[in-house]
Every structure is written in structure tokens, then in C-alpha cells.
């Protein structure tokens, strides 16, 4: 068996011609014939190609390697990143919730001092709302008028207690309008 192998090739731009082997070559006017390489012909051919490609992509290996390492640092930051932004997260939550404390303390001092000038009972000061100074001063206000104990019977002027006979026969008028509903017919 012979080891030639007959192949039709086109040449690229930039690669010269394979010459023809003497005595292959055409006169005149003829087509030129196939050129027959021998099989370590085609082999330098193909390996003289491949070392051609190997050597464009020559540092392919070190991009790789770099690439890889960039990907390990990018990561590595982002995970820094991330912790940072939760630790930020985390203490304005934290202050925000040293604000609110603050707020609630001084509105419970205020309460406390408000109530004592109204004199009004701890268990009542808890209750008064507002979120000022002024707020909770009306508030204790209204309350202290609620609360304020019935005035002591003053037999000389008619009061039977509970303050003047003015304001006594106001309730009563507001107290039989409340439940006129409920008056025989």
C-alpha cells in the first residue's frame, strides 16, 4: 500500500502556494493537476497550523488562571460588602429603637410631672396621652375636672354636695335629656 493521499486544497492569502513536485508541473495552457501529499506532508502541514493557533492562544491558560482569581477577590468583597451593609442595617435599627426609647422615657417624665401638678395618682398618669407637653397638660386638665371629688354639703347655701346648685340642676337637665328615651309615656 502506498501512503500518499491525493488532496485538493485551497491556500490561504497569506500562505504561499505548495510547490508542485518536478515534473508535475503543466505547459501551456493546461489545468493544473491535483497535488498528491505524502501523509508526513499533510502532518507538517497540519501541525505547522495547529502550533500557528497555539501560539495566538499561547497565554489562554494564565487569562484563565487570573480570571478565576478576580471571580475569588469579587466574591470576597461582595461578602464584605454585604456584611457591612447588614451591620449598618443593623445599628439604625438599633438607634432608631434607642430613639423611640428616649421619647417613650421623656413622655413618661412628662406624664409623671404633669400628673403630680394636677394631682393625680400614678396609676392615672400611665393613662394621660398626648404627644407633647401641651397635649397631656389638657389631657390631665379634663382629667382632674373628672375626678375631682364632690364638693362637702353646705347646708347654709343648699348644696347637698357635688358643687353649686347652678351646676347641679345643669346635670340633672342633661342627665333627664340623656334619658328621656326611657321616661314613662
Not at 454585604?82 to 434607642?98: N, S
Request: charged share 35%; aromatic share 4%.
Amino acid at each position: 500500500m502506498s501512503a500518499t493521499t491525493t488532496i485538493e486544497t485551497t491556500v490561504p492569502a497569506d500562505e504561499t502556494p505548495p510547490t508542485t513536485p518536478a515534473g508535475g508541473g503543466t505547459t501551456g495552457g493546461e489545468t493544473p493537476a491535483p497535488r498528491t501529499f505524502t501523509q508526513a506532508e499533510l502532518e507538517a502541514t497540519i501541525a505547522e497550523r495547529i502550533g500557528r493557533e497555539r501560539k495566538k492562544y499561547g497565554d489562554y491558560d494564565d487569562l484563565k488562571k487570573k480570571a478565576v482569581e478576580f471571580d475569588k477577590v469579587s466574591e470576597a468583597q461582595k461578602t464584605t460588602e454585604q456584611k457591612l451593609a447588614e451591620r449598618i442595617a443593623e445599628l439604625e435599627r438599633e438607634t432608631e429603637q434607642a430613639r423611640r426609647d428616649a421619647d417613650n422615657a421623656r413622655l413618661d417624665a412628662v406624664r409623671s410631672r404633669v400628673a403630680a401638678r394636677h394631682k393625680l395618682p400614678d396609676e392615672i398618669a400611665a393613662r394621660l396621652v398626648g404627644d407633647d407637653e401641651a397635649a397631656i397638660e389638657a389631657d390631665a386638665t379634663a382629667l382632674a375636672k373628672l375626678l375631682a371629688p364632690p364638693a362637702a354639703p353646705n347646708p347654709e347655701t343648699g348644696q347637698r354636695g357635688g358643687g353649686t346648685p347652678a351646676e347641679a340642676r345643669e346635670r340633672t337637665k342633661a342627665f333627664v335629656q340623656a334619658n328621656q328615651r326611657y321616661a314613662p309615656l
